[in-house]
């Protein structure tokens, strides 16, 4: 992904995202590459050393995984994905509904202050 997205999904400044890229980067875990369709864009890779010590934490995990995922059907897996699905919308219409909450009384508290003031 970009710099500027990773900075966005971690909700960072441009500037914090910055100094947290020169971190992971001096760190040797990430590398900035120029985007070859657009020469302006940075994207950010992890390299070898963070899926060597990924999977050093996460083999056994997986491995347990793949055990625990035999036991079900493919009509089981079916229901099991149509469940995290409408799971995963209802979470992400509650998430808007919450951030509209939070910006309304941000908006109120400002127009507060504002005629207080």
Excluded at 19 to 40: I, P, Q
Excluded at 79 to 90: C, Q, S, Y
Excluded at 101 to 107: A, S
């Amino acid at each position: 992904m970009t710099a500027g997205q990773l900075g966005g999904a971690a909700h960072l400044s441009s500037g914090a995202t910055t100094a947290a890229l020169d971190r992971l980067e001096g760190a040797g875990l990430v590398r900035r590459v120029r985007d070859d369709a657009d020469r302006r864009r940075v994207m950010v890779e992890v390299t070898p050393e963070v899926e060597r010590r990924i999977g050093a934490v996460f083999a056994p995990f997986l491995e347990d995984g793949q055990v625990l995922a035999a036991r079900y059907s493919a009509d089981e897996w079916a229901v099991i994905l149509r469940f995290l699905r409408d799971d995963r919308a209802l979470l992400q219409k509650h998430t808007a509904l919450i951030h509209r909450l939070v910006e309304d009384r941000e908006h109120v508290a400002a127009r507060e202050a504002g005629s207080a003031g």
